[in-house]
């Protein structure tokens, strides 16, 4: 299954992967793109990942979320330029109860963020551009014409491995 796409998020076909009669909860959570930030406004956004280790962790993320909860996870992610208003990222986890679907949805969101090795570049309206990753903001970037000064030092490996209910490690 892959997690990061290039063309537009169908919300519909999401949701399909993870409906059913026995899930009577559904919770979806769609990330778009906002024209701000920090103050600041935003024209539009690139995203780029390292792709198999964002494939990697993604599939990891959607398995943990299964075995904690009795969900059932579908996760999308794009990646490119994207415009004001497009979605970006895409989860739709559903249950029998709708407990379980909310707890799995923001589970997997806050996870991707924390985790997965997906970079934004924010273009801005004066011309400027920023790297904002994985970690947080990597600085400002962007005298330059295409705004690829420097590097993208936000980007912190993450230890994974095996955790407990509770979110320890064991």
Same mark, same amino acid.
């Given at each position: ?59 990891? &993320?959607? +398995?943990?979320?299964?075995? $904690?909860?009795?969900?059932?996870? =579908?996760? %999308?992610?794009? !990646?490119? /330029? ?8 895409? &989860?739709? +986890?559903?249950?029998?109860? $709708?407990?379980?679907?909310?707890? =799995?949805? %923001?589970?997997? !969101?806050? /996870? ?21 990753? =994985? ?36």
């Amino acid at each position: 299954m892959s997690y990061l796409v290039t063309d537009q998020i169908d919300v519909g076909a999401l949701l399909a992967l993870v409906q059913s009669p026995e899930r009577g909860g559904v919770a979806c959570f769609l990330g778009t793109v906002r024209n701000h930030h920090h103050g600041r406004e935003v024209v539009r956004l690139e995203y780029s990942a390292y792709g198999p280790m964002a494939e990697a962790e993604c599939g990891r &993320i959607v +398995a943990e979320a299964g075995s $904690r909860w009795d969900v059932v996870v =579908a996760l %999308r992610h794009r !990646i490119g /330029e994207l415009d004001i208003g497009d979605t970006a990222v895409a &989860i739709a +986890a559903a249950s029998a109860h $709708r407990d379980e679907a909310f707890l =799995a949805c %923001r589970y997997v !969101i806050e /996870e991707v963020k924390r985790r997965v090795p997906i970079w934004k570049r924010e273009m801005y309206a004066d011309g400027t551009a920023e790297w904002v990753g =994985a970690g947080g903001e990597a600085g400002k970037r962007g005298s330059g014409e295409d705004g690829r000064q420097g590097s993208r030092e936000a980007y912190r490996p993450v230890e994974v491995g095996a955790r407990d209910s509770d979110g320890t490690r064991s």
